[in-house]
């Protein structure tokens, strides 16, 4: 019994840090302030760059809705990156070089890690512009995208800026569940950068000064790890720039992407995202992220303790409902920005998988290899 009094207790102290936790997120997220562009066409020269590696289902739509941008033509140069795919990408990326669209063809000997660093970083040395934009060769956009980030950028001058992805066009509830759990880890990346203490972003909606990147070394360091091309960055900018990272609140400025189809393709993400946690130089960010991870573990401890013993359960339910009202209370804010507020329906059911899924990804995610692209990488 002493054993579970000592679990009864850590589990109320996890309890109380999460919801603490939680609630800086809140306040993180209502300081981001909407932002509301100037009337200005904008004068930055940017550079938008795409890795895209067997994309010939989703690559069309990703070029043209680029090549719709309302930016001025002039400024703008998109530069993909095919990386050995073995479809017709390349092709259908090639058809559109009468439109400016230029291509550019990794050839690597040797086995990578990390391929798609490889690939921007070969995309960032041969641009021209002073704002690099990063997407993916999935993603869509609205024509104002672009022109929204230059203006964030000009009047705000941070070195770099996360803007928001969403998932849509989900078909079932298991791409219903993604897009609620993605975009609390959208609002989470937001809250942080709010709170001045930036911990993560997406890459598919990214944008840095060339000068930046260089500055701290590019992925110097974190080029040995497949992923991280953006959390990781973040944290090298942050740490140089006295956390000059900015957050673009605006509607206008959301890429969309879709949602894992199977659960085997989901498993493989968020191992991949997860995988670059311990990389993390700021060390209470790894700290934190241990601490949510035990506190999911203790409530299946206590579900598991529950089946002896009254009280675990009735702890166990108490964590459940404190989780999930803190979380409904943050991602009421996140969903509201987004137009996805019907998602919160999903929350009691997806809180329960959640613990699950944190506990296992925690684990998986920071042990062996995992799949990408059709490699196996780590």
């Given at each position: 019994m002493e054993i579970f009094s000592v679990v009864s207790f850590i589990a109320c102290f996890l309890t109380v840090l999460y919801v603490i936790v939680v609630l800086a997120f809140v306040r993180g997220w209502y300081k981001l302030s909407n932002f509301k562009p100037g009337l200005k066409g904008g004068r930055t020269a940017v550079s938008i760059i795409v890795a895209a590696r067997n994309e010939e289902n989703n690559i069309s739509k990703t070029l043209d809705d680029l090549?719709?941008?309302?930016?001025?033509?002039?400024?703008t140069e998109i530069i993909f990156i095919d990386d050995h795919s073995t479809d017709r990408t390349a092709e259908i990326i090639g058809s559109y070089s009468g439109h400016g669209v230029k291509l550019i063809s990794l050839n690597e000997d040797k086995a990578l890690n990390s391929y798609k660093k490889k690939a921007i970083q070969t995309a960032i040395g041969q641009s021209n512009g002073k704002l690099i934009i990063t997407t993916d060769a999935d993603c869509r956009m609205g024509p104002r995208w672009l022109q929204t980030i230059v203006s964030f950028y000009e009047e705000k001058q941070h070195k770099m800026i996360s803007s928001p992805v969403t998932f849509f066009e989900e078909k079932n509830f298991f791409e219903k569940a993604q897009s609620l759990e993605f975009l609390y880890l959208i609002g989470l990346g937001a809250s942080t950068i709010g709170n001045k203490k930036p911990s993560t972003c997406n890459g598919a909606n990214l944008a840095y000064e060339k000068e930046a990147f260089y500055e701290v070394g590019g992925f110097k360091g974190i080029d040995d790890l497949a992923s991280g091309d953006d959390e990781l960055l973040l944290h090298k900018i942050a740490a140089r720039f006295d956390n000059n990272i900015g957050f673009l609140k605006n509607e206008d400025a959301i890429v969309f992407t879709h949602a894992k189809s199977t659960l085997k393709e989901f498993i493989q993400q968020r191992k991949r995202w997860a995988s670059k946690s311990t990389r993390y130089k700021n060390k209470s960010i790894i700290v934190l992220g241990i601490c949510i991870w035990a506190f999911n573990l203790t409530i299946l401890i206590n579900i598991g303790a529950g089946l002896f013993n009254d009280f675990y359960l009735k702890l166990a339910l108490v964590q459940l409902f404190t989780k999930m009202l803190v979380e409904l209370?943050?991602?009421?804010?996140?969903?509201?920005?987004?137009?996805?507020?019907?998602?919160?329906?999903?929350?009691?059911?997806?809180?329960?998988?959640?613990?699950?899924?944190?506990?296992y990804i925690g684990i998986a995610g920071n042990s062996g290899k995992y799949n990408w692209k059709d490699r196996m990488v780590k």
């Amino acid at each position: 019994m002493e054993i579970f009094s000592v679990v009864s207790f850590i589990a109320c102290f996890l309890t109380v840090l999460y919801v603490i936790v939680v609630l800086a997120f809140v306040r993180g997220w209502y300081k981001l302030s909407n932002f509301k562009p100037g009337l200005k066409g904008g004068r930055t020269a940017v550079s938008i760059i795409v890795a895209a590696r067997n994309e010939e289902n989703n690559i069309s739509k990703t070029l043209d809705d680029l090549l719709a941008q309302s930016y001025n033509k002039g400024l703008t140069e998109i530069i993909f990156i095919d990386d050995h795919s073995t479809d017709r990408t390349a092709e259908i990326i090639g058809s559109y070089s009468g439109h400016g669209v230029k291509l550019i063809s990794l050839n690597e000997d040797k086995a990578l890690n990390s391929y798609k660093k490889k690939a921007i970083q070969t995309a960032i040395g041969q641009s021209n512009g002073k704002l690099i934009i990063t997407t993916d060769a999935d993603c869509r956009m609205g024509p104002r995208w672009l022109q929204t980030i230059v203006s964030f950028y000009e009047e705000k001058q941070h070195k770099m800026i996360s803007s928001p992805v969403t998932f849509f066009e989900e078909k079932n509830f298991f791409e219903k569940a993604q897009s609620l759990e993605f975009l609390y880890l959208i609002g989470l990346g937001a809250s942080t950068i709010g709170n001045k203490k930036p911990s993560t972003c997406n890459g598919a909606n990214l944008a840095y000064e060339k000068e930046a990147f260089y500055e701290v070394g590019g992925f110097k360091g974190i080029d040995d790890l497949a992923s991280g091309d953006d959390e990781l960055l973040l944290h090298k900018i942050a740490a140089r720039f006295d956390n000059n990272i900015g957050f673009l609140k605006n509607e206008d400025a959301i890429v969309f992407t879709h949602a894992k189809s199977t659960l085997k393709e989901f498993i493989q993400q968020r191992k991949r995202w997860a995988s670059k946690s311990t990389r993390y130089k700021n060390k209470s960010i790894i700290v934190l992220g241990i601490c949510i991870w035990a506190f999911n573990l203790t409530i299946l401890i206590n579900i598991g303790a529950g089946l002896f013993n009254d009280f675990y359960l009735k702890l166990a339910l108490v964590q459940l409902f404190t989780k999930m009202l803190v979380e409904l209370i943050f991602l009421k804010g996140v969903t509201g920005f987004a137009g996805r507020t019907k998602l919160l329906i999903l929350l009691p059911v997806l809180n329960i998988l959640h613990i699950i899924y944190i506990v296992y990804i925690g684990i998986a995610g920071n042990s062996g290899k995992y799949n990408w692209k059709d490699r196996m990488v780590k």
